[in-house]
């Protein structure tokens, strides 16, 4: 019940298309939903966030879609860049009394120019 | 300082030796997480400490793994008697608080079991 799914596990997007990375939960504790970037050789970075009283969140390129009853969430890049090769974390927390982040799998995603 | 700060960046040890790996979090942060993510992998989570409170260690893989954190502040991960599949990156986060803030992440440690 703490996992959190993300599919898929890796990606391939021409330059200029949509790139979409899928996640599902199962706590209906859970009210805080990141998504996280990481570069190779460095630590994840926040990416964009939402929690569950907005069904989707947008900032630049990047947008957040929530489907609360279907608990799922996914992330959606517009127009992407080479530069947004890396590989993309969802997570999940909330509910619990340690409220800790629990991750997907990461999906690596790949932008060929 | 500006961000959480690891040491050492790499450590190459030998098996069955013991390794301590430090975590600086970000100055007034409350929550600190360890995880660890071997090559090409996800983010394996490890042990979560939040203010005072009693640390949850439920992601220790193994009584090798301890971890403490001082004052609230730094914290040290030790891995006895390690092991090749030890070898992974050990990253450290740290959160303003447990309500759900973001997470700021450290560069990593990379440690190499030979």
């Known amino acids: 019940q703490q996992q959190v799914k993300q599919s898929p596990q890796s990606l391939i997007v021409q330059k200029g298309g949509i790139s979409i990375i899928n996640c599902a939960y199962e706590?209906?504790?859970?009210?805080?939903f990141p998504w996280y970037q990481q570069f190779p050789g460095k630590g994840p970075a926040l990416l964009i966030a939402?929690?569950?009283?907005?069904s989707e969140k947008k900032e630049g390129r990047f947008t957040i879609s929530f489907n609360k009853s279907a608990k799922q969430f996914s992330l959606h890049i517009m127009d992407s860049q080479p530069g947004d090769s890396a590989t993309y974390f969802c997570?999940?927390?909330?509910?619990?009394?340690?409220?800790?982040?629990?991750f997907g799998t990461g999906t690596l995603l790949a932008v060929q120019p | 300082g500006a961000g959480v700060s690891q040491s050492p960046s790499n450590k190459v040890t030998e098996k069955g030796k013991d390794v301590e790996l430090r975590c600086d979090p970000i100055s007034g942060h409350t929550a600190l997480y360890w995880y660890r993510q071997s090559l090409g992998q996800g983010l394996e989570f490890l042990i979560y400490?939040?203010?005072?409170?009693?640390?949850?260690k439920s992601g220790l893989p193994s009584d090798r793994f301890s971890a403490e954190r001082t004052g609230g502040s730094v914290s040290t991960l030790t891995i006895q008697r390690t092991q090749q599949e030890d070898s992974a990156v050990y990253l450290c986060?740290?959160?303003?608080?447990?309500?759900?803030?973001?997470?700021?992440f450290g560069q990593g440690t990379r440690l190499t079991v030979v």
């Open positions: 939402i929690r569950p009283d907005v």
């Open positions: 706590n209906t504790a859970f009210d805080y």
């Open positions: 400490f939040q203010g005072n409170s009693a640390p949850d």
């Open positions: 986060a740290s959160t303003a608080g447990h309500q759900n803030t973001e997470a700021f």
């Open positions: 997570a999940a927390s909330g509910g619990g009394a340690t409220n800790k982040l629990i």
